[in-house]
């Protein structure tokens, strides 16, 4: 069965640190443009990083950048986000996302989901 499962997440202080890795089988993620969602309390789900399966092309939400890396690692199969200086606003579900590879002009992010889990909790509080 194909199936994205993510982890890593937690309860953080504002300004610490968490390495959510979303771990595939059933497919190789090196196939596919893969992401990073998330829903936060009351707001809209929102892609938040994402890395192309043709190239190192990224994308990150502007709120993240600078803070936040994306990575995959073919040989395991999972792909991670680093994320640093976290910040209360960044409290939400996050969810690991795959779909088609798109256009090399386009921003790294699937257009259409084949996969996702069932996401990690991040709570940053102090």
């Known amino acids: 069965q194909v199936q994205l499962v993510e982890s890593g997440g937690g309860l953080v202080q504002p300004g610490g640190s968490l390495r959510l890795s979303c771990a595939a089988s059933?497919?190789?993620?090196?196939?596919?443009?893969i992401g990073w969602d998330r829903q936060a309390p009351g707001k809209e789900r929102e892609a938040v990083s994402c890395?192309?399966?043709?190239?190192?092309?990224?994308y990150y939400e502007d709120s993240v950048k600078g803070r936040f890396t994306i990575s995959r690692d073919n040989a395991k199969n999972m792909v991670y986000l680093q994320m640093n200086d976290l910040k209360p606003e960044d409290t939400a579900v996050y969810y690991c996302v795959a779909g088609p590879i798109g256009p090399s002009t386009g921003w790294a992010c699937p257009y259409e989901y084949d996969y996702w889990g069932q996401g990690t909790q991040v709570t940053v509080s102090s």
């Open positions: 890395i192309s399966g043709s190239d190192s092309r990224t």
């Open positions: 059933g497919f190789t993620l090196d196939s596919y443009d």
